[in-house]
């Protein structure tokens, strides 16, 4: 049996995790919104139309935080369309993803949404179609407290007190020619800045996320976050990152050691970000918001794919069924967001219902979780506290990583990938939370962790999500096919952990103060 050892001390940190890197995200795309959130008529909606249903997985999941409306989508939108009384709103065309948007839910819908799911609300302004005058007009429609045009108009549609949003993300994917009027850096650094100014005079208390690449894989990338954040670095507290893994190559081994790429991507933008506070001698920092990152490859469609499917309203698009295998790739993902707490102050899993996500409905019928709605449930639970560094000792093994999305098609060689991808959080109350990966799709992986600074520990809780077969999914008709069970065996003597874990498993683990 393969042997990982740990050292771990209480007192070496990371950083403590910003509550918002447990956020996700609600897009104006395909069954998110419509048949997923909100669904009228639906035998568990409340009378705003809310499925109650999803609700209470969307409580069990544990976001924090959540973006919307978009994604590409909002790169077109008029918030305009979504405000105000519904039997008068537009239905327009949405160049994002080839449908119909009637606009019966918009900015007011989704804050009471957020309120009923508890959780924060993040919003991203048009920056693509628009500019800063509709930006800051939002700003004023949500934020302002009344005595003028755009706050009075918030208080006569039935929302009296501002909403009071802190987060807002300046575009989506500016850098993308899939996007509707892409930029170059130059020019929507510019607009970017000019948007921000405008937004934090009307509310001071904002907190603005500048695009940074749509992903690593950009022929722009590293030049594109330059550019930008010379132009904002003082008007924006935080750059975008967005990652989706895939698995093209039907390369187990190559999929799991993926989110290894993601640790060097976040590595590189706080690198390029800290370069460009250097230049200005500034003590400035900039933080990274990773506002979409998930696995998602089958269900990509190209857009002339989506022309000959017409206009329809919410069709069942990017519906990606996930397995255990994506599962255990999306654990991988959520370690390195923890073992980066230091500079990731927010993370957005994109997304959350129907589209690329951990809970799945049926339009009228059942919701169910996904096998990814597991790691991240722990995640959530388990990833709150101070994030602790972990010194590893274990085999690794060589991956070649290929990624066709973007405009660069190219392999990424991984030569060094632990089969042990671990994370270490020290909690509040003295316990001590390990989410642990083991890699090795054959052998069982004997985990010895030496842990200092806590006393002595007692086991609360330990689960594993495995299955025998990589390919299980959950669906409607066997809803619970992957689905955690207890880990065993777990043996504790102080502050000396041995952990035996199954081959290709994530597992939890919560300590506790004996
Ligand atoms: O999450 C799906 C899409 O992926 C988003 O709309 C876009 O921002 C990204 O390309």
Not at 371 to 400: K, M, Q, W, Y
Request: hydrophobic letters at 40%; proline letters at 6%; aromatic letters at 10%.
């Amino acid at each position: 049996m393969r042997q990982a050892h740990v050292l771990l001390d209480r007192d070496f940190t990371i950083g403590d995790t910003d509550p918002r890197l447990f956020g996700a995200f609600v897009e104006h795309l395909g069954r998110c919104v419509y048949g997923g959130i909100f669904e009228p008529g639906h035998p568990s909606a409340d009378e705003r139309g809310f499925r109650r249903d999803v609700l209470d997985l969307v409580r069990e999941l544990g976001p924090t935080i959540m973006r919307y409306p978009g994604g590409n989508f909002v790169s077109g939108y008029n918030w305009e369309d979504g405000i105000g009384p519904i039997a008068q709103r537009p239905r327009r065309l949405d160049l994002a993803w080839f449908s119909t948007e009637p606009n019966t839910f918009g900015t007011n819908e989704f804050v009471d949404w957020c309120r009923a799911a508890q959780v924060e609300p993040m919003l991203a302004v048009n920056l693509g179609t628009r500019d800063g005058d509709a930006a800051r007009n939002l700003v004023e429609y949500c934020n302002h407290p009344g005595g003028t045009a755009w706050s009075e108009l918030r208080r006569q549609h039935g929302w009296d007190q501002p909403h009071d949003i802190r987060f807002w993300c300046l575009g989506n994917e500016m850098d993308g020619p899939w996007q509707m009027e892409s930029k170059t850096a130059a020019e929507y650094g510019r607009i970017a800045v000019e948007a921000a100014k405008m937004m934090r005079w009307i509310d001071p208390r904002i907190e603005l996320a500048a695009c940074g690449s749509s992903g690593r894989n950009m022929p722009t990338f590293g030049a594109w976050e330059e550019t930008v954040l010379e132009h904002t670095f003082d008007h924006v507290e935080y750059i975008s990152l967005h990652t989706y893994i895939n698995d093209y190559q039907g390369d187990t081994r190559a999929l799991l050691a993926a989110p290894d790429l993601m640790d060097r991507f976040i590595d590189e933008v706080v690198a390029i970000a800290d370069a460009v506070a250097a230049k200005r001698r500034s003590p400035k920092r900039i933080m990274l918001s990773f506002d979409e990152w998930n696995v998602w490859y089958r269900t990509r469609r190209t857009r002339a794919a989506r022309v000959k499917e017409g206009w329809p309203v919410a069709p069942p698009i990017l519906e990606e069924i996930y397995s255990m295998q994506d599962a255990l790739a999306f654990g991988g993902m959520c370690i390195t967001l923890l073992n980066h707490a230091d500079r990731v102050k927010a993370a957005c899993l994109a997304q959350l219902v129907n589209v690329i996500a951990p809970i799945m409905t049926e339009t009228g019928g059942a919701a169910w979780r996904q096998t990814i709605f597991h790691p991240f449930a722990d995640f959530s639970r388990l990833g709150r506290g101070s994030v602790l560094r972990t010194r590893v000792e274990c085999d690794t093994f060589a991956a070649n990583y290929y990624d066709p999305r973007g405009t660069i098609d190219q392999y990424f060689p991984i030569p060094a990938a632990p089969h042990l991808k671990l994370a270490a959080v020290a909690d509040a109350r003295g316990g001590l939370n390990l989410l642990l990966l083991n890699r090795d799709l054959q052998g069982e992986l004997s985990v010895e962790i030496s842990a200092r600074g806590f006393g002595a520990l007692a086991l609360a809780q330990a689960q594993q999500l495995r299955h025998d077969d990589l390919t299980a999914c959950n669906t409607a008709a066997a809803p619970q096919r992957v689905a955690p069970a207890a880990l065993k065996p777990v043996s504790i003597d102080g502050e000396r952990i041995r952990l035996t874990l199954a081959p290709a498993s994530w597992n939890a683990v919560q300590l506790v103060p004996a």
